[in-house]
């Protein structure tokens, strides 16, 4: 993590309008077709979140916006990224886990696994917000959602994903997304794109 000149890159307008603002976050939703990754996970025996999580994570690498991040008064850089998910831990409770992104799905997988149980067991978050621009993901089993969002608190900056339950129409299984924002770090148009991308990146997974 490094703090850079917002005016040597194309977001300094942007960082300028949007660092002080109320509230700069904004949420889109998009509905995503999960049947494939359903099939997979069922097939492979791979865990649903984890599968939604690298799809995040691949879909997000290819986008220089997701390495920008404002703290307060600076914009941030990073070279790497992250992906965290909310895990319940022994007593019930919900502990907070943070996964460098790998797009080797092999080790991906393998890391989920490890730092989720890890973190589960000793109820102690992980935390790597030092080193990776991190991804906050929260998925909600318990119910389906429509729309999930406003949650700006005015420290934690980082995008953020939530879903519920997914739902299936005939032969297909869908799921509401909700994509939160800030809006120093990308426009509506960077989201939408980011979006879109995630969809490709769900339909087209291949695991061997």
């Known amino acids: 993590m490094k703090e850079i000149d917002p005016q040597t890159i194309n ?9 002080n603002a109320p509230n700069p976050m904004l949420v889109f939703v998009k509905k995503m077709d999960v049947t494939n990754l359903i099939k997979i996970s069922r097939r492979k025996h791979l865990k649903f979140n984890m599968l939604l999580g ?3 994570g691949k879909s997000a690498v290819s ?8 703290m307060g008064d600076k914009l941030m ?3 790497k990224i992250a992906i965290n998910t909310i895990v319940k831990n022994h007593t019930g409770e919900a502990s907070s886990c943070d996964i460098e992104f790998s797009e080797d799905f092999e080790k991906y997988n393998h890391d989920y696994l490890t730092y989720t149980s890890q973190v589960a067991n000793s109820c102690m978050d ?6 990776c621009m991190v991804i906050g993901t929260s998925a909600i089993v318990d119910t389906e959602l429509e729309f999930a969002g406003g949650m700006y608190s005015g420290i934690y900056n980082n995008p953020f994903i939530i879903w519920g339950c997914y ?4 032969f297909k299984y869908y799921l509401n997304i909700s994509f939160q924002f800030h809006h120093a770090q990308m426009d509506g148009m960077h989201a ?4 879109n991308n995630l969809q490709k990146t769900i339909n087209s ?3 061997n």
């Not at 992980?126 to 080193?131: A, P, Q």
């Not at 739902?167 to 005939?170: A, I, Q, R, V």
């Not at 939408?192 to 979006?195: G, K």
Request: hydrophobic residues 40%; neutral net charge; glycine residues 0%.
């Open 192 to 195: 939408s794109r980011f979006l």
């Open 126 to 131: 992980r935390d790597l917000s030092e080193d």
């Open 205 to 207: 997974l291949i695991v």
């Open 54 to 56: 690298y799809c995040i």
């Open 11 to 19: 977001r300094a307008q942007q960082f300028e309008i949007w660092k």
């Open 167 to 170: 739902s299936k129409h005939f």
């Open 63 to 70: 986008q220089k916006e997701f390495y920008l991040l404002p």
């Open 77 to 79: 850089q990073f070279d």
